[in-house]
């Protein structure tokens, strides 16, 4: 059943939300106190207004319950990276993982197979000027 055929108050679960497709990215400005200038953006995931699961915290604590937590994170990891780039933002990106998702990640793809998932060109590949 899609979202469309059961009404997006129906998203009740973290399992419903996910397979909805409905996580939104919205970005907020990191700005440079001395100087006003926004220096990057972090990724803040937000459901549909009138979902069952109110909020993130909301969303979260179901997919605990489900054992749906590393798909949740990954799911939320993946729609603010493609919100990003469909934006083509100049600014740096700063996203929020529990550490059981980074530790899942790493122990699955190791340091520099997460770098080159989630990189154009990894850090330690830049010159340091």
Known sequence: ????EQGIGQLRTAADVLASG??????QPI???????VVAHE???????????????????AARAEGLTLKTEQACLDEGIRSWVRHAHDKR????LSAFAILEMV??????GIMRA???RPPWSRPRW
Do not use: Y
């Not at 059943?1 to 469309?4: A, E, L, R």
């Not at 700005?31 to 200038?37: A, C, F, P, T």
């Open 107 to 112: 122990d699955r793809l190791s340091v520099p």
């Open 31 to 37: 700005v440079e106190l001395k100087s006003g200038i």
């Open 93 to 96: 990106l700063f996203m929020n």
């Open 1 to 4: 059943m899609t979202t469309d």
């Open 43 to 61: 990724s803040l995931i937000r459901l549909p207004a009138d979902a069952a699961l109110r909020n993130p915290d909301e969303l979260f604590k």
């Open 118 to 120: 989630f990189c154009r």
């Open 22 to 27: 409905t996580l939104r990215a919205h970005f």
